[in-house]
T-cell receptor, first 114, second 112 residues
Framework: NAGVTQTPKFQVLKTGQSMTLQCAQDMNHEYMSWYRQDPGMGLRLIHYSVGAGITDQGEVPNGYNVSRSTTEDFPLRLLSAAPSQTSVYFC?????????????FGSGTRLTVV | KNQVEQSPQSLIILEGKNCTLQCNYTVSPFSNLRWYKQDTGRGPVSLTIMTFSENTKSNGRYTATLDADTKQSSLHITASQLSDSASYICVVTNTGFQKLVFGTGTRLLVSP
């Protein structure tokens, strides 16, 4: 059982380039989300999805796109990379466990934009 | 404003000693409070989750407490091990769907 798999683990981009961060889960969780983690700040929600075909914006969505064509995959696209998007990105999937949602996080993608 | 504040920012303790990490929050309405452990280069891993009605929960050598009246939580680590070296993140969930508010974490180093 792989859980949540993120690729790549590391990436360096030039300003203006685009790329897609991949996220896949094999737990059949309906809910998936993307967070970014910056020094001195808590994780912040970028986009989330409550099921295939349904996505919505989180706290910091600007400059990012998502789609959810299958339950398993939730890619995050950077449209035109900027240095401000240098961060560590985490994908999470979650499930309803009695009265709250349990989260499983991927191991992260460290992105540097130069 | 919904906020989660943790203290101390960083902490060094000797192997075998105990320590307590603090979390204060202003998130409202409150649903539950979580503590996560994040090893360097890894994603957060859940240690405990407490709802409004719970005031303590243990997971091995980790014991979390919650005082919903004062909006404070603590994470106590007993008989620390080198593998406890990590960041510990307090997360509070709003009622409603999937709104997690993350603290900035306490970085713990357990020294031999």
């Amino acid at each position: 059982n792989a859980g949540v798999t993120q690729t790549p683990k590391f990436q360096v981009l030039k300003t203006g380039q685009s790329m897609t961060l991949q996220c896949a889960q094999d737990m059949n969780h309906e809910y998936m989300s993307w967070y970014r983690q910056d020094p001195g700040m808590g994780l912040r929600l970028i986009h989330y999805s409550v099921g295939a075909g349904i996505t919505d914006q989180g706290e910091v969505p600007n400059g990012y796109n998502v789609s959810r064509s299958t339950t398993e995959d939730f890619p995050l696209r950077l449209l035109s990379a900027a240095p401000s998007q240098t961060s560590v990105y985490f994908c999470a999937s979650s499930y309803l466990d009695r009265e709250y949602y349990g989260y499983t996080f991927g191991s992260g993608t460290r992105l540097t934009v130069v | 404003k919904n906020q989660v504040e943790q203290s101390p920012q960083s902490l060094i303790i000797l192997e075998g000693k105990n320590c307590t990490l603090q979390c204060n929050y202003t998130v409202s309405p409150f649903s539950n409070l979580r503590w996560y452990k994040q090893d360097t280069g890894r994603g957060p891993v859940s240690l405990t989750i407490m709802t409004f009605s719970e005031n303590t929960k243990s997971n091995g050598r980790y014991t979390a407490t919650l005082d919903a009246d004062t909006k404070q939580s603590s994470l106590h680590i007993t008989a620390s091990q080198l593998s406890d070296s990590a960041s510990y993140i307090c997360v509070v969930t709003n009622t409603g769907f999937q709104k997690l508010v993350f603290g900035t974490g306490t970085r713990l180093l357990v020294s031999p």
